[in-house]
């Protein structure tokens, strides 16, 4: 008997953090998250509401987090649930960053507004594993202070790693303002053959981002990106995410650069 | 081994038949055609050979047999889930040679990219095929071109000749019904040649046929209806939603309904991005993974050139010619 993969599963909102009005983090019970790897999503699903595609933010004992924008029928709805509350879920779905892909790097991360949710697991995990990596950096840009996201984690982070956090606009006398680009200049490498770099965000920031990266003196195939697309099933059969041969909710979303470059919408 | 037929035997085989299994074939449904004061072949049940269409092309394609249009994956209230049972549990499809060939695009999508799907393979299970073969192209074929001309995999064949019905069977459930029926010798006839022909690439460059100006001429000229993709045998999408009932807000059912990437939202994504704003970009889009997308991924191209997206276009845009382009451009 084949599994109907289609069924979503209950799941108890643990906690809930409300990082802006607009964007919260929903910690969701889940039995199996030790098997899941950062930058896979979850389908969220509300039924009467419909479905939406959703990137791990954090991976916990018995938890992952999912970090959502409040932007359309099922997310909003969603916004009304409080920890305690069980909702439906079902994934996780996507390769993810894998971590031996980035072991003994000088890596660099860069991601810009909710694209920080989808790496943020794997700036968590070598945050906690300094000791694989040679060096861990971090680029992020948000649009100003107030749509900032993972406060707290930034903390941690600058504890642990070279934190650069920018906003579009905002108090140039306070805070770093300018685009993520700016910053990726003046990253310290030491060897270009161990740099490796990870970009998330908006399709402009991570085109000129790579573009950055590259003439910085980065590899290609040492730069990894993760596309956001519609998937509607996370299963490979709805096609809405297809671009060429691939789809993204299974060959992807996470791709290296000399693969992800090609593709063409 | 062949048999002969005449209708009323043929007719009590439909009535032995049908208490096994669900009969799908093409029908003749009156002033549903494109145009005016014209006919349309649709699929559907069908009970005797009069219900059946062995003559004309069918304007919509076999696919929702096992690929409902609108089909519910379950039905959901407060206390829970609970899967519909399959619409049936094994089914008749007559179809021609070019739909045997769509069935494994069909079966490509739903059994191989990803997990098997439940609901697609469940329908799937217990299908007998059979063939209507074609003697001569109809208008708009290409299935040469596209390798879909000889038929393959089918259980039975049916044509009708002299007022009489033909039957090849290649499947112990059909040849019992034949016992006793008269034999004669026959060759199932296949189509060797369309006047429509289309050019075959090899290795298509992504890049390249994206910034051709052919796709410009399609900006204007489609209006994006959608169609084509409704009536193509290899289209496949769909999109998830959610109904519920208007006097109990909290049950309802989740349904998978057939897409379009010709339409507009199929690629927004939340916040509002659009990937494709443009009619000519969906078009390239839709006709790339038709070739090359869907080879470099199966090994075999997805369009089985039967031309129904031509004869349905209300812009009179011609697929095989959009194929024909685009290996001009890869020259």
Same mark, same amino acid.
């Given at each position: 008997m084949i599994t109907n993969e289609y069924l979503p599963f209950s799941s108890k909102v643990l906690k809930v953090t409300k990082h802006t009005p607009m964007e919260h983090t929903y910690t969701m019970e889940f039995a199996g998250a030790k098997d899941v790897v950062p930058g896979q999503f979850f389908e969220l699903s509300l039924p009467k509401y419909g479905e939406a595609p959703i990137s791990v933010s954090g991976i916990g004992e018995n938890s992952v987090d999912l970090t959502v924008r409040s932007i359309g029928v099922v997310t909003d709805e969603l916004f009304k649930y409080e920890a305690g509350r069980h909702l439906y879920i079902r994934g996780p779905y996507g390769n993810g960053f894998i971590a031996d892909d980035y072991k003994e790097s000088e890596l660099l991360v860069i991601a810009g507004g909710t694209g920080v949710s989808p790496v943020k697991a794997i700036i968590d995990y070598f945050g906690n594993h300094?000791?694989?990596?040679?060096s861990m950096s971090i680029i992020t840009g948000f649009k100003s202070k107030d749509d900032q996201l993972f406060r707290e984690d930034f903390k941690r982070w600058g504890k642990q790693m070279n934190v650069t956090l920018t906003f579009d606009r905002g108090d140039e006398t306070k805070e770093n303002i300018g685009l993520v680009t700016k910053y990726i200049p003046s990253v310290k490498v030491n060897n270009f053959d161990d740099a490796k770099a990870i970009v998330v965000g908006p399709p402009i920031m991570m085109k000129f981002a790579v573009k950055g990266l590259i003439e910085r003196g980065y590899k290609e195939e040492n730069i990894w990106i993760s596309h956001e697309r519609r998937m509607s099933?996370?299963?490979?059969?709805?096609?809405?995410?297809?671009?060429n041969s691939t789809y993204i909710c299974l060959d992807g979303p996470v791709f290296n650069y000399t693969v992800g470059k090609d593709l063409i919408d | 081994m062949a048999y002969s037929l005449d209708k009323i035997a043929v007719d009590d085989l439909f009535k032995k038949w049908g208490e096994d299994y669900l009969i799908y074939g093409p029908t003749l449904i009156k002033n549903t055609g494109r145009l005016s004061d014209t006919d349309s072949v649709r699929y559907d049940e069908v009970r005797s050979i009069d219900d059946l269409e062995l003559n004309l092309k069918s304007d919509?394609?076999? *696919?929702d047999v096992i690929l409902p249009i609108s089909e519910v994956l379950f039905y959901y209230n407060e206390d829970g889930m609970m899967v519909p049972k399959q619409k049936h549990n094994g089914a008749i499809i007559f179809l021609r040679s070019c739909d045997l060939h769509a069935l494994d695009r069909l079966d490509q999508m739903f059994?191989?990219?990803? *997990?098997?799907?439940f609901y697609y393979t469940r329908l799937r299970e217990n299908l007998k095929f059979v063939l209507i073969p074609c003697s001569k192209s109809f208008e708009n074929c290409f299935c040469v071109s596209m390798n879909s001309n000889v038929p393959k995999n089918y259980n039975l064949t049916i044509e009708e000749i002299d007022g009489e019905y033909v039957f090849e069977s290649k499947d112990e459930y059909f040849t019992k019904f034949f016992s006793g029926s008269k034999e004669l010798d026959y060759t199932v006839p296949y189509v060797k040649e369309n006047d429509i022909k289309v050019e075959h690439v090899e290795k298509i460059n992504n890049l390249a046929i994206t910034k051709s100006e052919m796709w410009r001429e399609y900006d204007?000229?489609?209006?994006?209806?959608g169609r084509c993709t409704l009536v193509c045998p290899t289209c496949t999408c769909w999109t998830m939603q959610d109904i519920h009932y208007g006097d109990n807000q909290k049950a309802g059912e989740r349904r998978r309904v057939q897409a379009s990437c010709m339409v507009d939202n199929f690629d927004r994504v939340a916040g509002g991005h659009v990937y494709r704003e443009k009619n000519g970009d969906r078009m390239r889009y839709k006709a790339l993974h038709k070739i090359s997308d869907h080879r470099e991924r199966y090994?075999?191209?997805?369009?089985?050139?039967?031309?129904r997206c031509d004869d349905i276009c209300p812009e009179y845009i011609s697929f095989s010619t959009i194929l024909n382009k685009i290996a001009k451009e890869s020259e």
């Open positions: 300094n000791d694989e990596v040679k099933c996370g299963l490979g059969k709805c096609g809405h995410c297809r671009v | 919509y394609s076999f *696919k059994m191989e990219n990803g *997990k098997p799907d204007s000229r489609c209006i994006a209806c090994g075999v191209d997805m369009c089985i050139g039967c031309g």
